[in-house]
Structure formats: structure tokens, C-alpha cells
């Protein structure tokens, strides 16, 4: 017997502002070692399935592992033109050359298709319509750009 293999159907593309990076330095402990950093979310907008906006006050909590790698760990909020929200919560993996990682915390730009940023979402809703985003798994693509995030998402079937 042959499995059938998942498709991917894009759901959004979010565009996500940020301010500049808040660094708390090396963090120890029983299960994390690395450089702790949080990146602040300011706004930003969602094209797709999904036309909501992204409220402010979300963050993006990293764990910088090493030069080539980040565990990334962002929460924020979307809102939908009727009021109805959506929290999500997007684990991520960046990694990429020495070089390129370093280009990014410079805030300069990096060619996407030299980092390796994958995410997995998952969504909490209030509004009974959208409980669709709780009963799939989504993954997801992303860039760094010097003042935002760009992440396209794609529910798997």
C-alpha cells in the first residue's frame, strides 16, 4: 500500500513589522543554552484566506544556539475585520552560513534561498467560522528583512 504524499495550499502571506531586538545575553539552565533575544512585533498585515491585520504587542522570543542557528518562538495576534481574533503561536528553525546569519543581525539584506527559515503555526479562535485553523496542521516559509518578517503558511492535506 502507498500512502498519498501531503499537498500544501497557501493560506497567507503575512507581512509582520518588528522594532529592534531586546538582548537579555547567554541564558543558562537544565534546557536551554544560547543567547536569549526577543524581537518585539509592531503590526503588520495578512493577505490571503486570511485578510486580517497583526495587532501590535506579539513578540518573537529567540534562542540563538550557535553562529549558523535560531529556535525561534513568536505569539501574537491577528484581527479580522469584524473584531473576531486569532492567536497564534509559530515555532521556528532559521539557520544559515555564518556570513549570512551575521548579515541579518547587521540588518542587512540576505537573499531568502541562502536561510533555511521554516515554521509550524498553530492558531487558538474565538469566532466558530474559523475553526478550520484548529483542525489542520500548518507549515510555514519565512524571511528576515531588515524591519519585518515576511512568512507565507500552508495548510497541509
Not at 1 to 18: D, G, K, Q
Not at 101 to 106: E, F, Q, S, T, Y
Not at 111 to 134: G, H, K, N
Amino acid at each position: 500500500m502507498s500512502l498519498p504524499a501531503p499537498t500544501l495550499e497557501l493560506i497567507a502571506e503575512l507581512s509582520v513589522t518588528v522594532a529592534a531586538p531586546i538582548e537579555a545575553g547567554d541564558v543558562q539552565g537544565a534546557s536551554t543554552r544560547g543567547k536569549r533575544r526577543t524581537i518585539p512585533i509592531t503590526g503588520g498585515t495578512v493577505r490571503g484566506h486570511l485578510n486580517v491585520r497583526v495587532l501590535a504587542g506579539g513578540a518573537d522570543f529567540q534562542l540563538i544556539v550557535s553562529d549558523t542557528m535560531a529556535v525561534l518562538d513568536a505569539r501574537y495576534t491577528l484581527e479580522l475585520d469584524s473584531g473576531a481574533r486569532i492567536f497564534v503561536q509559530n515555532h521556528a528553525l532559521r539557520r544559515g552560513s555564518a556570513e549570512a546569519i551575521a548579515k541579518l543581525v547587521r540588518g542587512e539584506p540576505v537573499d531568502p534561498a541562502e536561510i533555511y527559515f521554516r515554521c509550524v503555526p498553530t492558531f487558538e479562535v474565538s469566532d466558530p467560522a474559523l475553526s478550520w485553523l484548529t483542525d489542520s496542521i500548518f507549515v510555514g516559509t519565512g524571511a528576515r528583512l531588515p524591519d519585518q518578517v515576511q512568512i507565507a503558511i500552508y495548510r497541509v492535506g
